[in-house]
């Protein structure tokens, strides 16, 4: 069965600084990747997606993210975090049976000053 | 915007009585997902649908019915609430189409407390 890991319950980086969140998954074949943002009091919104192709893929609020087969990874960057970027970050994989996505625990990023 | 709307928004019922949530999309979409969001789970899958009259269980589908007699709208319902199932409550689609295979939209959520 499928799963996704989010090794990091919490993350805090300085505005400016750059910020990576790590995603590691367990599928068999190529996966279908994403990642997902949540402010506080709003429902999920997609950053970004992996179907096939290029592995370094660009999403939208400067964010990008790389797979990487031979490690199971599927980790989100920036390279300069904003405050507004403070939210929670989901990654997600596709099963195949019922159009279905696998979410991980989340990561949830504070932005200091 | 993939015009999905949940209601209600907020609801706080006692424990033993049936409740029901509602998700309305405009675009005409068939497959339909019930998630509950709890702090250090994620999303978990409730149940979900792929077309009208058709549905299938998720990963914790205890405790909950889902229904959907028309495309437009997925009902999901607690028959005798319990207090586990207090909880933030996710309606999503997926959209249909070449390049958009698995790729969900989300409802603004329902927040459920059941005392």
């Known amino acids: 069965a499928q799963s996704v890991t989010q090794p990091d319950i919490h993350i805090t980086v300085s505005e400016g600084a750059s910020l990576e969140l790590r995603c590691n998954y367990s599928?068999?074949?190529?996966?279908?990747l994403f990642w997902y943002v949540q402010s506080p009091g709003q429902g999920l919104q997609l950053l970004l997606k992996?179907?096939?192709?290029?592995?370094l893929v660009q999403g939208i609020k400067g964010f990008e993210a790389e797979f990487k087969r031979s490690q199971s990874s599927f980790n989100l960057r920036k390279p300069s975090v904003h405050w507004s970027d403070a939210a929670e970050y989901f990654c997600?994989?596709?099963?195949?049976?019922?159009?279905?996505?696998?979410f991980g625990s989340g990561t949830i990023l504070r932005v200091k000053s | 915007d993939a015009g999905i709307t949940q209601s209600p928004r907020h609801k706080v019922t006692e424990t033993g009585t049936p409740v029901t949530l509602r998700c309305h999309q405009t675009?005409?979409?068939?497959?339909m997902y019930w998630y509950r969001q709890d702090p250090g789970h994620g999303l978990r899958l409730i149940h979900y649908s792929y077309g009208v009259k058709d549905t299938d269980k998720g990963e914790v589908s205890d405790g909950y019915s889902v229904s959907r007699s028309k495309t437009e709208d997925f009902l999901l319902t607690l028959e005798s609430a319990t207090s586990s199932q207090t909880s933030v409550y996710f309606c999503a689609i997926t959209r249909s189409g070449q390049g958009f295979a698995y790729e969900q939209y989300f409802g603004p959520g329902t927040r459920l407390t059941v005392t």
């Open positions: 997600a994989v596709g099963a195949v049976v019922g159009n279905k996505l696998v």
């Open positions: 675009e005409n979409h068939r497959y």
């Open positions: 992996y179907f096939s192709g290029d592995t």
């Open positions: 599928y068999g074949a190529t996966p279908y």
